[in-house]
């Protein structure tokens, strides 16, 4: 038994680079899937340009605009925390984790709002209002629930990752020698501010 | 056994786990390779049974043993199963799993929690494909393609088959991914990138197709169940969508696929080629870069699946031409084959016996392809059996013998047991008589005019499809054959020392057969290439006679 257990604990090998590749990786499969969905975009909008244009006023730029910038600053503070921990600063790490949760939760409410006020005004897929409109702001607003939805996926479980982070780093599991995870959470963090970059303004920037 | 310590073979180890679950929660890379094994296994008799019921039906004009409903589920699940559950693991997640790491001397893959993890995936997505054809509303029925508009339309099961292939595709992914890493940073001290058998080659660019083509079927298969369940405007023309644009983005990566299917099958041959014909490879770097060719060209010639559709001229002479070009590469490599073959001394054993099988059929395929890739002649043979033909020589000519010679090849090596090679090489007859009986028809009939996925024809056609169905029968023969040859030994009490019976010069020949669980007990230094037999070239250099 004693001749497992020692292969066992040889079997856990420890490989920084190889996580980091495998983590890249995993975030080019993730553009490729959005990209998907950016392709159905770009071929709809060429086709009802001026439909498109016309669903976009809809869209509050406002809240938009806020979100933004909520995400660039969460991306901030996430950059913040890694630095933290490499500096060995867990209390400062662990603050700037939360507060990234805290803006990812702002992002969130914000959307909760904006989607709310869209279904007040009777803009959901199937619904009356929205099926007398022409066939591109049908697609436009299919479009902006889905990606939009997607993205706010991405946002929530960015948000359960990062929390697992922070468990890790009160912990002591993510230290100053060993954060590849938190580093790994950051760079799926960026992609979901990335996405939201392009987002932005091609659903509200282009009334 | 008990000689050494280490020589705990891997199916005899005790982990942390007993029983089942020293299995289902194994983390070592054998474990998976085989749990992967049994799993696509139990599906390719599911897709074979179906397979023979259709041609049963077949066999005459009318309704013979099932309605036109019953018969249009099962080539939808037909096509499933073969594709998303045998076809498409059978070779990277099967053998790439079991060998990969032993092939460039590593303990394991990079990830063996991922490893695990996909294999969970594969699990999931089979249980809804499964489960699909029990609920209420029947088994889906728009043919694997889930073409729109009929799939949001269709009162059938489609969404648990939709999700089904969506979480089939994440697990793939998720063993590219590890393939990748795996090949970038554990090969052995020593073993460049040049002298990586070339097995692994094929998978470092199945892997790199798996990754990048993989989510773009997974974007569209959830954009159509989000249109299902939500009635969201997307791909539905009633809505103002583009079914023209599904196809696009459902081929992008459907096409590929088919190359994630056969270059690993093609890396199987390259392996076992030399080894039988005791000679060095021939060309191997053409060989490795062609791979690499077939998966970058491969991805550029999807619409070749959609000329009638009315895409623009420019375009489908584009992809008219691209798809020529793809011909290149996989040329390549059986010029390379049979080059390697040259002068050899050929030991004609069951893993050979397969691997010409392949060359053989897979240039039937292969050449039928071209035939397609013709703009003019597409227009008359599109949808027709013709096609079905063509794949089937391919995908299963290809693949489906690529995979069995990779079970004849290594079947030693993994369960420590040998099979009878005189049944070996009846059973490849047999399957190799009925294959042919069986699809060669199809080519005749699909140029005669016989439409694809029709449950009825005209009486002209029936000598064809009687052909066909005879040849159905002696495939699933020579299917019988082979299997009860491989269970017959997995129950024999004598086991196999031989760790080298085939003298091949790659490193899973070196370790014990049923590998420990590490595989090595020192990681070997690597200093020659993978199939460096000595005398390569005093047998080239030898006078004719």
């Known amino acids: 038994m004693s001749v497992v257990a020692e292969h066992i604990s040889e079997h856990v090998h420890r490989d920084d680079l190889g996580s980091r590749m495998g983590i890249w990786l995993f975030l080019f499969t993730e553009l490729v899937l959005f990209g998907g969905m950016f392709l159905v975009y770009a071929v709809y909008r060429f086709t009802y340009q001026q439909e498109f244009h016309v669903a976009a006023k809809e869209l509050n730029t406002l809240i938009g605009t806020l979100n933004t910038l909520i995400l660039l600053t969460s991306s901030l503070t996430m950059v913040l925390a890694i630095v933290a921990i490499r500096k060995d600063n867990k209390f400062l790490s662990i603050f700037f984790q939360v507060i990234t949760i805290f803006l990812a939760f702002g992002f969130m409410v914000n959307k909760y709002f904006e989607w709310m006020a869209k279904i007040h005004h009777g803009i959901y897929p199937g619904s009356e209002t929205l099926l007398a409109k022409g066939n591109g702001e049908i697609l436009f607003f299919g479009l902006y629930y889905v990606m939009t939805g997607l993205h706010g996926l991405h946002v929530l479980i960015g948000m359960v990752l990062i929390g697992v982070m922070t468990r890790f780093t009160m912990k002591g599991t993510v230290n100053s020698d060993k954060y590849i995870h938190l580093e790994a959470a950051g760079l799926y963090w960026h992609l979901v501010d990335i996405i939201w970059i392009f987002l932005f303004p091609l659903f509200y920037l282009i009334t | 056994m008990h000689d050494k310590e280490q020589s705990v073979s891997y199916l005899d180890y005790k982990g942390k786990h007993s029983g089942i679950f020293a299995w289902i929660l194994s983390t070592d890379h054998k474990r998976i390779g085989l749990l992967y094994l049994m799993a696509s296994l139990l599906f390719f008799a599911v897709g074979v049974t179906f397979g023979f019921l259709m041609r049963l039906e077949l066999i005459a004009p009318g309704r013979t043993i099932m309605d036109a409903q019953t018969y249009n589920s099962l080539f939808t699940l037909h096509g499933i199963i073969m594709i998303f559950l045998f076809v498409i693991p059978g070779l990277p997640a099967v053998f790439g799993n079991f060998f990969l790491p032993i092939l460039i001397g590593a303990k394991d893959v990079a990830f063996p929690r991922l490893n695990l993890l996909s294999w969970w995936l594969y699990v999931l997505g089979a249980l809804l494909a499964v489960i699909s054809v029990f609920l209420p509303g029947g088994p889906a029925d728009t043919g694997w393609t889930f073409y729109i508009p009929y799939s949001i339309r269709s009162t059938t099961n489609v969404m648990p088959a939709l999700i089904a292939a969506f979480i089939l595709g994440f697990s793939s992914i998720l063993t590219g991914l590890n393939f990748i890493v795996t090949i970038h940073r554990m090969r052995a001290p020593g073993m460049t990138f040049f002298k990586m058998p070339l097995f692994a080659w094929s998978l470092y660019a199945t892997a790199w ?337």
């Not at chain 2, 060669?440 to 449950?455: A, E, T």
């Not at chain 2, 669980?517 to 250099?541: C, R, S």
Request: hydrophobic share 50%; proline share 5%.
């Open chain 2, 209 to 545: 197709v798996q990754i990048l083509a993989t989510p773009i079927i997974g974007i569209t298969l959830l954009l159509v169940t989000i249109e299902r369940m939500f009635g969201v405007g997307l791909f539905d023309p009633a809505l103002g969508g583009d079914p023209v644009l599904y196809q696009h983005l459902f081929w992008i990566y459907s096409h590929p696929a088919v190359y994630i299917m056969i270059l690993p099958a093609m890396g199987v041959v390259t392996e076992i080629i030399p080894v039988f014909s005791h000679r060095t490879i021939f060309g191997y770097k053409f060989i490795a870069f062609s791979s690499c060719a077939i998966a970058l060209f491969g991805s550029m010639v999807w619409a070749h699946h959609m000329f009638t559709v009315g895409m623009s001229e420019t375009a489908q002479v584009i992809f008219s031409l691209l798809t020529f070009l793809v011909a290149i590469p996989s040329a390549i490599k059986v010029f390379n084959w049979v080059a390697t073959l040259y002068k050899g001394s050929i030991s004609t054993d069951a893993p050979l016996l397969y691997a010409l099988g392949f060359i053989f059929l897979f240039s039937i395929g292969g050449f039928t392809g071209l035939i397609q890739g013709a703009l003019s002649v597409n227009m008359h043979i599109h949808d027709t059996s013709f096609i079905v033909a063509h794949f089937h020589y391919v995908m299963f000519g290809g693949t489906g013998f690529g995979i069995f010679a990779a079970m004849h090849y290594w079947f030693p090596k993994m369960f420590g047991k040998m099979y009878n090679m005189k049944t070996a090489k009846v059973g490849f007859w047999t399957l190799f008589v009925g294959f042919n009986t069986l699809y060669f028809p199809m080519f005749v009939m699909g140029w005669l005019g016989m439409p694809r996925r029709y449950f009825d024809y005209l009486p002209e056609f029936q000598i064809y499809h009687f052909i066909s169905t005879i040849g159905s029968w002696i495939l699933i023969v020579g299917l019988i054959i082979m299997f009860t040859n491989f269970i017959k030994a997995l129950r024999s009490k004598t086991s196999y020392t031989n760790i080298n019976p085939w003298s091949g010069e790659t490193l899973e020949w070196t370790v014990p057969n049923k590998p420990p669980l590490e595989n090595f007990e020192v990681i070997p230094t690597i200093t020659a290439g993978p199939y460096e037999y000595k005398d390569n070239d005093e047998i080239l250099t030898k006078e004719d006679n």
